[in-house]
């Protein structure tokens, strides 16, 4: 290969790498400006630091965690030093969470705090004449019209926009907190709905368990004494402390408590058929919510009834979720009285059916309520479907 024709192949090697060189460029620079304007990067990382406080705050002012608030709350506000001082009486009050240089700041926090409590508005706070101290604004946290609190932040110089901040940022502490205050009211409801499900362990079927296990203590003592087990394990299931939330084995459990008990009045006029799925086994339920599913169809599909009849209980895999199924072949009731029950609030029967729909909605969402199909004479068929991922339900919580 001559001079000419190597100078030529390089000179065609140089530009395509040129044009190589260009586009990479042109593709970074692209990948940049995706990023967002600096006006748009500097809401993300408010929005970040924003969700970062945010869990710190629910337990309120005076919770162990409120001091991590403060310290992203301080880098959402860019000042020196940032206090949350509680103004409403009682444990809370004059509780600081403080981050940021001292220097006997938290004193002064608790003092600002106290006249911007007083005021009911925001303050700003000008340095001493004649000394190089930080300035600061106060901002009221305020909810259901008191104020709870005070967002106390520290600058050289306070301008308009921290100003500003500091009101908007305490505005959405007291919205934090007055979620956490939901979380805790839901936490009480649904410990409430799980005491009026124990509470409707009937006497009525405490009673029948206790008369036939006393009518084997003579005949078969080793049926009754295995009869008194099934009860211990039964009541100590219904009646445990841990958590809202359980497994599907450990609810199986109990139900094969309640229907051994229950067989021991029905005889053979009880059947038991059971599909469970292995893979299912491991689903977390709410607690005590297929268990009443059960003694539901027992007391109003086959008690009425002078024949028995056979309980089939159902689980399976259904992709996202795992479904389900409580269905008997006994006597079954009109659709339109049992969408009227559903509905009710004072009616006696089926409470425990009302309940688990009930809190199946509140948990998941309207459509994850019961699915029920029933007819006068044609039996029952409830059917719930819970999500296989559930990471914020741990069923080992206390």
């Known amino acids: 290969m001559n001079d000419v024709v190597l100078a ?65 709350l301080r880098v959402l506000l860019g000042s020196a030093a940032v206090a949350i001082v509680g103004t409403d009486g009682g444990e809370e009050s004059g509780v600081v969470s403080f ?33 190089d101290d930080l300035e600061a604004v106060g901002a009221p946290i305020v909810v259901d019209g008191r104020t709870i609190g005070v967002i106390v932040a520290f600058a050289s110089p306070v301008r308009a926009a921290l100003v500003r901040a500091a009101e908007e940022v305490a505005d959405w502490c007291a919205a934090q907190v007055e979620l956490g205050g939901l979380d805790a009211s839901r936490a ?29 203590i003579t005949t078969d003592p080793d049926r009754a004494r295995d009869l008194v087990l099934e009860f211990a394990d039964f009541t100590r299931y219904s009646f445990r402390r841990q958590g809202e939330f359980t497994t599907l084995a450990e609810e199986l459990g109990s139900i094969h408590s309640y229907l051994e008990l229950e067989r021991a009045r029905f005889g053979d006029r009880l059947q038991v058929t059971l599909q469970i799925a292995p893979e299912t086994l491991a689903t977390v339920i709410p607690f005590l919510s297929v268990q009443p599913l059960v003694e539901n169809a027992v007391r109003h599909g086959l008690e009425p009834g002078e024949g028995g009849g056979e309980i089939r209980l159902t689980s399976r895999d259904d992709g996202t979720h795992t479904e389900i199924l409580v269905e008997d072949d006994g006597v079954g009731m009109d659709p339109d009285g049992l969408r009227s029950l559903l509905t009710a609030r004072e009616d006696g029967s089926h409470v425990g059916l009302r309940n688990v729909d009930t809190r199946l909605r ?3 969402g309207s459509s994850g309520g019961l699915v029920v199909e029933t007819n006068t004479g044609a039996g029952t068929l409830v059917r719930m479907r819970v999500p296989k991922s559930q990471p914020l339900h741990d069923p080992d919580d206390d």
């Open 8 to 72: 030529a192949v390089l000179g065609v090697l140089g530009g395509i790498a040129l044009t190589v060189l260009l586009l990479l460029a042109r593709r970074f620079a692209r990948g940049a400006t995706d990023l967002g304007s600096d006006a748009e990067q500097g809401a993300l990382r408010a929005l970040h630091q924003a969700s970062l406080a945010a869990p710190h705050l629910r337990g309120g002012l005076a919770g162990p965690d409120a001091v991590k608030a403060a310290r992203h």
């Open 362 to 364: 509140q948990l998941y």
């Open 188 to 216: 009480q409801l649904a410990e409430a709905e799980l005491r009026s499900l124990r509470a409707q362990i009937s006497p009525h079927f405490i009673y029948n368990a206790l008369t036939a296990i006393a009518s084997f």
């Open 99 to 131: 981050d940021g240089a001292s220097d006997g700041l938290e004193s002064a926090a608790r003092r600002i705090a106290e006249r911007v409590r007083a005021s009911g508005r925001r303050q700003v706070f000008p340095a001493p004449a004649k000394t």
